[in-house]
RNA sequence: GGAAAGGUGGCCGAGUGGUCUAAGGCGGCGGUCUUGAAAACCGCUGUAGGGCUCCGCCCUACCGUGAGUUCGAAUCUCACCCUUUCCGCCA
């Protein structure tokens, strides 16, 4: 939720980050007329307020009747002044939010500015240690129906397209992965957090979802319950409308939870493999900062994230998104992408984003330097560390042997209990 | 799912229609006293919005949420949410 403070003050801001990020501007000419209304009259019914206030304690102690009952009727014509006012006010106001709540955060100065995905700038690209196969790669689907671990067929009985069954060494790898990468945050200072799967509306408004992408979530209607696109949404909720304490900053967690996902923008896109389905697993990287340091946690999150690819030995790029790929909380996102040489394709297995204050606003989270201090917004970061399935695909074919087995990667081998995949 | 009790400031807790400008206590901050500390005493204490002559002052709103009654609501009415306990069900 961007400031109207800052709106009101610096429109002209505000409408280029709009338009750089391919967003129509015209919703600001009517936020800031509607934001006069709103002062106006607020002006008038505060007024109005605090006449009534003063003569409904005159009138408590009048002991003229007719002077009473004088004094009553002219309130009652003030009330219903005040009520119409109310009304008003509401109606603008509920107008007025929707509309802020519409526009994105605005882009980092160093978020790149572009009109499509062709404009990000790849930031590096680091060679894994792992040798480069020698043979003609089979892509996963392939390899990971020969092994039989991963059952496209039976997924598709039970939930339809975009589902899959893991079985045996298929799903110990995936969930060797989670364990592995849990204890990797942990090593890396953050705090492991299991959250609920699925939350109230205001919790997914309050990382900025809703109520623009709504069409890309599960929803519950009987309990009003909202499946998890992604961990940052319950992260972000953690400590909505709490004031935190501004020693304890930065607050850094880690939590694995599934993401679900509708994918109805992309009927029809990558419908093959693990690499876009419906419910799919992630560890999430999460910080809560004070404003000064969310860029130095922004760079340590990337490296974390990096980090995990880096024990695994292979080959990755880091992006810097431009304004048109830019999420709609972030004002500034490093993708990083891992090669994999069966699909051969870079997958985007991360997404390490500064949303600064944007979250705050919206989930309400602030913290105060010391005591009596005024309460501030927050920052707030999250992180990929990293994406399952795709991480998956990676291991399944870069450490694809000739023969079709799988060699599972030194670090994992104690989390997943063997050193070479030949079947489920 | 059924029944009962409850929800008031950072915390505890009083308050059942009119200086509530929410008592009192705890905690915290500042001060007096002290060699220092403790104790005692004095003062201060939240969030949001708006206005102004803007280091400050003034106004408005906020007692779980939302509607309603009233000149006036923490207090009365209705609906909802949440918490606790008991019963039912259950891994």
């Known amino acids: 939720m961007l400031d109207i403070n800052l709106i009101r003050k610096d429109p002209d801001l505000v409408r280029t980050a709009l338009l750089n990020r391919g967003y129509d501007p015209a919703p600001l000419d009517e936020i800031l007329a509607l934001d006069v209304q709103r002062r106006s009259i607020i002006a008038r019914n505060d007024e109005l307020r605090a006449l009534r206030n003063e003569v409904s304690k005159q009138i408590g102690r009048m002991k003229d009747v007719a002077e009473r009952e004088a004094k009553i009727a002219e309130m009652r014509r003030v009330g219903d002044e005040i009520d119409l006012l109310d ?19 605005l882009p980092d100065p160093r978020t790149p500015i572009g009109p499509d ?190 980090e995990t690819l880096r024990r695994l030995g292979l080959t990755y790029r880091v992006k810097l998104l431009c304004t048109a790929d830019l999420g709609f909380a972030a004002r500034i996102t490093y993708d990083i992408e891992v090669w994999s040489p069966g699909v051969r394709e870079w997958l985007e297995v991360s997404s390490v984003s500064n949303t600064g204050d944007f979250q705050a606003r919206r989930a309400n989270i602030k913290f105060r330097r010391e005591r009596g201090a005024k309460a501030e917004f927050v920052h707030t970061l999250n992180g990929s560390g990293l994406a399952l399935p795709r991480t998956m695909i990676a291991i399944l074919e870069n450490y694809q042997q000739p023969d079709g087995s799988i060699v599972v990667p030194e670090v994992l081998r104690p989390y997943v209990g063997t050193d070479l995949i030949r079947g489920a």
């Open 87 to 105: 009304a008003e006010l509401r109606k603008i106001e509920a107008q007025l939010h929707e509309l802020i709540a519409s526009l994105p955060n």
């Open 117 to 306: 995905e062709s404009h990000n700038v790849v930031v590096r690209e680091e060679r894994g240690w792992l040798p480069a196969p020698t043979f003609d790669v089979k892509p996963h689907w392939e390899i990971g129906e020969q092994l039989g671990i991963i059952d496209f067929e039976r997924g598709v009985k039970l939930s339809g397209t975009r589902f899959y069954v893991l079985n045996g060494w298929g799903a110990r790898l995936q969930r060797g992965l989670i364990a592995w990468m849990l204890d990797l945050r942990r090593e890396q200072g953050y705090v492991e957090r299991y959250l609920p799967f699925m939350v109230r509306s205001d919790v997914v408004f309050g990382a900025g979802q809703l109520p623009k992408f709504r069409d890309n979530l599960y929803h519950d209607a009987e309990e009003d319950f909202w499946f998890v696109p992604t961990a940052e949404v319950p992260l972000t909720g953690l400590h909505s409308a709490e004031i935190l304490d501004g020693n304890a900053l930065p607050l850094l967690y880690a939590a694995y939870t599934p993401c679900f996902r509708r994918e109805k923008m992309s009927a029809g896109k990558d419908v093959r493999g693990l690499k876009r389905g419906h419910q799919f697993d992630k560890v999430e990287m999460y910080a809560i900062t004070k404003p000064e340091e969310s860029d130095h946690y922004l760079e340590k999150m990337l490296h974390d994230a990096e």
